[in-house]
T-cell receptor, first 117, second 112 residues
Framework: ETGVTQTPRHLVMGMTNKKSLKCEQH?????MYWYKQSAKKPLELMFV???????ENNSVPSRFSPECPNSSHLFLHLHTLQPEDSALYLC????????????????FGEGSRLTVL | AQSVTQLGSHVSVSEGALVLLRCNYS??????LFWYVQYPNQGLQLLLKYTSAATLVKGINGFEAEFKKSETSFHLTKPSAHMSDAAEYFCAVRSSARQLTFGSGTQLTVLP
């Protein structure tokens, strides 16, 4: 298994659907992240987890609900999304949270392309 | 505060020509700096990183970048472009205990 795996790679859903994105990392890292990548916008950090505990929520709407059952798995539950939520959702992991003593280097999955109709 | 600016959202070069992608950062403390590459329909892959050791950093696929504190820059270069270098490139900065901040990206096109 390669580093960070995301499923599904592509997802089309209606505004009333409930779906989930899954991320699994095989790197032995402790921190996991969800990013949103929209066309012509910088990457937006959504959530950060460290040792299963959420450490950051960057004012993300409640229709996005993250879940981190352990340090290797991260989910993003989706409910009543809007068309403007269509984007590439990237999962990443790092050895630990950024500190002065480490680089905070991120390892990314290939992303889940979400289209909301 | 930290921020990063990538000059030029699109850069086109001929195959074999020099690649120069510009990145300027703002940071209140000495930063860590990164370049990532994203190929179509894929995630971001680390090209290289600056961690306060050598100011000239060599990465994968023949890329390198030079940290210039006086210019607050971390430009990415490659002496000779290859068709396989066509991708989007992201510069990122991190200072102290903050999360990475990414630039808006530069789309590199390599012309035959």
């Amino acid at each position: 298994e390669t580093g960070v795996t995301q499923t599904p790679r592509h997802l089309v859903m209606g505004m009333t659907n409930k779906k989930s994105l899954k991320c699994e990392q095989h790197l032995g890292h402790n921190a996991m992240y969800w990013y949103k990548q929209s066309a012509k916008k910088p990457l937006e950090l959504m959530f950060v987890y460290n040792f299963k505990e959420q450490t950051e929520n960057n004012s993300v709407p409640s229709r996005f609900s993250p879940e981190c059952p352990n340090s290797s798995h991260l989910f993003l539950h989706l409910h009543t999304l809007q068309p403007e939520d269509s984007a590439l959702y990237l999962c990443a992991s790092s050895q630990g949270l950024p500190r002065e003593s480490n680089t905070g280097e991120l390892f990314f999955g290939e992303g889940s392309r979400l289209t909301v109709l | 505060a930290q921020s990063v600016t990538q000059l030029g959202s699109h850069v086109s070069v001929s195959e074999g020509a020099l690649v120069l992608l510009r990145c300027n950062y703002s940071s209140s403390v000495p930063p860590y700096l990164f370049w990532y590459v994203q190929y179509p329909n894929q995630g971001l892959q680390l090209l290289l990183k600056y961690t306060s050791a050598a100011t000239l950093v060599k990465g994968i696929n023949g890329f390198e970048a030079e940290f210039k504190k006086s210019e607050t820059s971390f430009h990415l270069t490659k002496p000779s472009a290859h068709m396989s270098d066509a991708a989007e490139y992201f510069c990122a900065v991190r200072s102290s205990a903050r999360q990475l901040t990414f630039g808006s990206g530069t789309q590199l096109t390599v012309l035959p």
